[in-house]
């Protein structure tokens, strides 16, 4: 098969093609390291906390919620890098509808670790922010 020229149509499909293969991966090594850093400050934090604290198990709720909120960032890249790779890289209903479960599974997982960080569902941040100017604490 002979080659096409630069100018042509599939030598800047092949460069689009390359490039948003490269930005997935990108995001994906970027959601990894996200969760791998925080994952380490929040155990160090974690340590030093513990070591000052009278009962260690106090810290807990805080590592916890230190922890949720690196993997809940890690998340989201992760999920724009499937989005990237399955969009641009690789469109096929097949490849959709792998990226539609993906999505769907990353959502649930993102929902509970708000819930369990925040201790309420996400959507209801506002209506409480505004509960607690009307009627604040102390």
């Keep these: ?25 990108g995001f994906e090594v970027a959601g990894v390291t996200t969760i791998l850093v925080v994952a380490c400050a929040a155990t160090i934090r974690f340590a030093r906390r513990a070591a000052t604290a ?3 198990t106090a810290t807990l709720p805080a590592y ?20 990237i790779g399955t969009v641009a890289v690789t469109p ?13 599974i990353r959502t649930f ?17 506002r209506e409480l922010e505004r509960t607690a100017e009307v009627h604040p604490r102390g």
């Excluded at 949720?68 to 992760?78: A, D, I, S, T």
């Excluded at 096929?92 to 769907?104: H, K, N, P, R, Y």
């Excluded at 997982?109 to 941040?125: A, D």
């Design 109 to 125: 997982l993102s929902i509970s670790l708000s819930v369990e960080i925040e201790g309420h569902w996400p959507w209801r941040r």
């Design 92 to 104: 096929s209903f097949g490849s959709l509808g792998v990226l539609a479960i993906v999505v769907l």
């Design 54 to 56: 009278p009962d260690w």
């Design 1 to 25: 098969m002979a080659a096409e020229p630069l100018g042509s149509h599939g030598a800047a499909y092949h460069v689009l093609d390359r490039a948003a293969h490269w930005i997935a991966n």
């Design 64 to 83: 916890r919620a230190d922890l949720g909120r690196g993997v809940l960032l890690g998340l989201e890249m992760l999920v724009a890098a499937d989005i």
